[in-house]
């Protein structure tokens, strides 16, 4: 018997999931392992994958089941078949070259963009710091660059296939090339180089340290018409005892400099931060600092987290915070961000499918706490910056031509939004495949990559 794999919209109906995970906070985990209690409530085989399992391959709720690391998901359509055959299969290892630690999954897979007019692209996996509440560090290890020109190549690829915007991501972009003798400004001035005109780049995370170095480059670089002035710069906490207990590397100071500078340069920058609450060891006064950052940055971007312990962190055996004290501080930083009202990047115009992916002029007639509100102008010239048709929605990104346009004999796998992927097993004899190999045999290929796209998608997605 053959078999072939099938993305199913109800899980229900599937005979195995695919489970994606996030380590991040206990909230994501807990979300993960309900979701592995529900599947195996219903019978279904199960695979897991992302930073979970990957950091903690030893949890007694993963006993049994397969698992598939941070760096082997290129091999996922294998580990599904031999799990649906009953096997338990677990593939955590790192890939090296010569005894150097390589960096994720291969930028050149194929996968399914949620957003067909953006591509994400991961520049490093890993980072450089030792953070003493995060967990990613475990599942993600040191920090790993992907070459210039394998990132310069995937953008070449992605404006080949319609898209009009590039994001970079990873655990921390300033960090990029420390390892392979290079640095983000380098990497960046290579990417705007491939940027058709009126496609755009935009930055991810990046922490205070590895940014300080480059601050006039970086200034420049923001400053250029086919890039995003926006940078995520986390502070985690305005006080200085606190940012030496979480081990970050920077002071306060640091962080205040990158941020004036980057405002005095790059005019109009957007600036967002993480804040986390009720760290262990913060006291009334530390917070109170916190507050007054805020108010005095105003961030228009700003993500605010209540601290959970992840067990095997050294901040897990700190002295806690108080539940309620935790509680009571995130509502007031909440209520603080919510009191201020600056003009933020967003616009939105009446919906037309014909504008997506396209430059117009719009006159702004509301501004709101997240948006601005805007009408095309009438007589204005509307910009197409793509230099192709962008892909259908669900098309796998990375195909060729000739296979893109080949019969799938009635195949319909596309991307699932959420982090459930079911997956459908058919069976068909091995003479009928054989007979039919021109279409039938495509078909398993397709669905294979399909799935494959499914899962590349969410790895990036989520750093």
Known sequence: MACCLCLLENSAEADLWLLNSCTVKNPAEDHFRNSIKKAQEGNKKVVLAGCVPQAQPRQDYLKGLSIIGVQQIDRVVEVVEETIKGHSVRLLGQKKDNGKRLGGARLDLPKIRKNPLIEIISINTGCLNACTYCKTKHA???????????????????????????????????????????????????????IPE??????????????????????????????????????????????????????????????????????????????????PGEMDEDFQETMKLVEQYRFPSLFINQFYPRPGTPAAKMHQVPAAVKKQRTKDLSQLFHSYNPY????????????????????????????????????????????????????????????????QNGSNWKAHPSAEIPVKTLFSSRMALQLLWPQEGLKILSISLALLAVLVTFYYGGM
């Open 344 to 407: 933020d990047h967003k616009v939105l115009v009446p919906k037309d499918p014909l504008l997506m992916g396209k430059m117009v002029e719009v006159n702004i007639y509301e501004a709101g706490k997240h948006f601005m509100k805007g009408q095309p102008v009438s007589d204005a010239r509307v910009y197409t910056a793509s230099i192709t048709r962008p892909l259908a929605k669900g098309e796998v990104s990375g195909l060729t031509e000739e296979f893109r346009h080949a019969p």
């Open 198 to 279: 009126g496609a755009m780049l935009r930055l991810g995370m990046t922490n205070p340290p590895y940014i300080l170095e480059h601050l006039e480059e970086m200034a420049k670089i923001l400053n250029h018409p086919r890039v995003y002035a926006f940078l995520h710069i986390p502070v985690q906490s305005a006080s200085d005892s606190v940012l030496m207990d979480m081990k970050r590397e920077y002071c306060v100071a640091d962080f205040k400099r990158v941020v004036d500078f980057l405002k005095e340069k790059v005019p109009g920058i957007t600036i967002a931060t993480d804040i986390i609450c009720g760290f």
């Open 140 to 194: 993600r290890g040191d920090l790993a660059s992907y070459p210039i020109e394998e990132l310069v190549d995937r953008a070449k690829q992605s404006f080949q296939e319609g898209v009009c915007e590039i994001w970079l991501t990873s655990e921390d972009t300033g960090a990029y090339g420390r390892d392979i003798g290079t640095d983000l400004p380098t990497l960046l001035w290579k990417l705007v180089e491939a």
